[in-house]
């Protein structure tokens, strides 16, 4: 038996009238799930990791991406090198996370308005046009330098 590390990028359609830039219609980011399977191969990892993760479609949210990967070769990537490998989530998403926020502490934290955090984590802002004082403040409670945002 080896363990195997198993990612799902989730997105969902946008509500009625909601426009994700720059493609009106495009689907928007949700999040990512992630999932430690053991079984004997690759291919009853992934089967066990789908159907794992394919309970969020009770919720109609829908994984779009799957990865598989032994736990070996996850644990020597690090979670920063799966991401930068398999870049969905935006940055910013993925730092608060990792930090075990939410978007709402996060806000509190930094100063920044939870509205620009959301912008940013659903697409609709970039993390670059963020004034000086918000990037580095969220970079400062998440302790990564503010390029790692951009």
């Excluded at 994700?20 to 009853?44: C, D, F, H, L, S």
């Excluded at 644990?75 to 989530?89: C, F, L, Q």
């Amino acid at each position: 038996m080896e363990k195997y590390y198993i990612i799902a990028d989730l997105k969902r359609n946008p509500a009625a009238g909601e426009d994700v830039p720059p493609v009106p219609g495009a689907q928007v980011y949700v999040g990512r799930m992630k999932a430690i399977i053991e079984a004997e191969n690759w291919e009853t990892a992934m089967k066990q990791g789908q159907e794992l993760i394919l309970g969020c479609l009770k919720r109609h949210i829908v994984p779009y991406q799957w990865v598989w990967m032994p736990v070996k070769d996850a644990e020597k990537m690090g979670d920063t090198s799966i991401y930068d490998r398999y870049p969905t989530a935006t940055r910013l998403t993925y730092e608060r996370v990792k930090a075990g926020l939410t978007q709402k502490q996060l806000a509190e934290r930094s100063g920044v308005n939870i509205r620009q955090i959301q912008r940013v984590e659903l697409g609709e802002s970039e993390a670059g046009n963020l004034t000086a004082k918000n990037l580095l403040a969220l970079a400062d409670v998440l302790g990564i330098d503010p390029h790692e945002l951009i």
